[in-house]
């Protein structure tokens, strides 16, 4: 009788040969993890990317002596020339650098437009203190959720998708615009794009036009970048030359916001201005103005920082100025009061 024999190297062989082979298999799996770890990171905004192209920052250039000047129409129809500036640059409490003008900006590492506001934690698109807005370097149909509500929406659910690139007329030239669309998701669920919002950025100028749906606006008609002129840039006044005729207290804008407003008012002649914010209640939680003021149009900022969310009310006193000796009215013939109510969301 034959008998088959095995010998002790074959089995080490093939137990080696095994264990190479699944070895391989691991090592495989372990660089598709990796890989797709890195990918799902990276789309979160914790990894950088070498290969970022670093020329999708000109579309929101910042550097100190850029200039750009706005048309700006609030939801009554009226319109007024606004310029903006980049004055300087300076390091804030979270580590970052920032440059600044209307507001504290910065473009991060990953290409995310990073607005710096002292109310924010970490959960924002950004480090402590920032939020994000636009993001340069993000593939189309991409969506951010948002933390400020800038499309003046009732819902809580704010969102920006990424459109894309493409070339456009902008000044009489050829430019690459890339394209932005807000959108919201309210109760129970529902998403809504508001496709007919233009948010517009334009390579080596910067935001061309943004919108919400409270028909407020602000279009570019002119800018100074780098020190090369765009449009019909001119060096008026921000506010209309004309002097009023009316007294006039306009609504806030935006509105609803968070954390601050601006409020603009009119003045036929010299008075005496109050101008407070109350509660629902009645109770004056604030005193943004109360002082004399010449004629012409004036803006207040208020800042509901240190109010929970709800909806207040502005209120605007007036008493003119006795043109003969300079001092208020006693009658109180001509005195102007007016309300309007705001919305503070946070």
């Known amino acids: 009788m034959l008998r088959k024999e095995t010998h002790p190297i074959s089995l080490i062989a093939i137990l080696l040969l095994a264990s190479l082979i699944s070895f391989s298999q691991s090592v495989a799996q372990i ?3 990796t890989s797709k ?3 799902e990171l990276l789309q979160a905004g914790r990894l950088s990317n070498s290969a970022i192209d ?3 920052k000109d579309f929101f250039p910042l550097q100190v002596g850029n200039v750009w000047q706005y048309l700006y129409t609030d939801p009554s129809g009226y319109q007024y020339v606004g310029t903006t500036s980049i004055t300087g640059d300076t390091l804030m409490p979270n580590g970052e650098r920032y440059f600044v003008g ?3 900006v910065r473009v991060d590492s990953l290409l995310r437009v990073q607005l710096y506001r002292s109310h924010l934690g970490d959960t924002c698109g950004g480090v402590y203190n920032e939020m994000s807005i636009y993001r340069l370097n993000e593939p189309v149909g991409s969506v951010l959720e948002l933390c400020q509500n800038i499309i003046v929406s009732l819902c809580r659910n704010w969102l920006m998708r990424f459109e894309g690139v493409s070339a456009g007329s902008v000044f009489g030239a050829s430019h690459e615009i890339m394209r932005f669309t807000p959108g919201v998701i309210c109760p129970p669920g ?6 007919g919002l233009e948010w517009l950025l334009v390579k080596g100028i910067g935001v061309y036009a943004e919108q919400t749906l409270e028909i407020q606006e602000r279009r570019l008609i002119g800018a100074i970048i780098n020190g090369v002129k765009y449009g019909s840039f001119v060096s008026v006044p921000e506010l209309p030359s004309a002097q009023p005729t009316n007294f006039v207290l306009m609504q806030n804008y935006p509105n609803p916001f968070n954390p601050s407003t601006t409020i603009k008012f009119e003045l036929p002649n010299s008075s005496v201005v109050k101008l407070s914010v109350y509660d629902m209640l009645g109770r004056e939680v604030s005193v943004l103005e109360k002082e004399r003021r010449d004629a012409g149009v004036h ?3 208020f800042d509901g920082s240190g109010l929970s969310s709800g909806v207040y009310f502005y209120r ?4 003119p100025l006795d043109s003969a000796i300079g001092r208020d009215s006693k009658s109180g013939a ?3 009061v007016q309300s309007k109510k705001l919305l503070l969301l946070k």
């Not at 529902?190 to 496709?195: E, P």
């Not at 605007?316 to 008493?319: E, G, K, T």
């Open 190 to 195: 529902d998403t809504t794009w508001f496709v």
């Open 334 to 336: 001509g005195d102007f």
């Open 299 to 301: 803006e207040v900022t």
């Open 31 to 33: 660089d598709l993890l």
């Open 37 to 39: 770890s890195r990918s």
């Open 102 to 104: 209307a507001d504290i």
């Open 316 to 319: 605007l006193q007036v008493r």
């Open 54 to 56: 670093t020329t999708l």
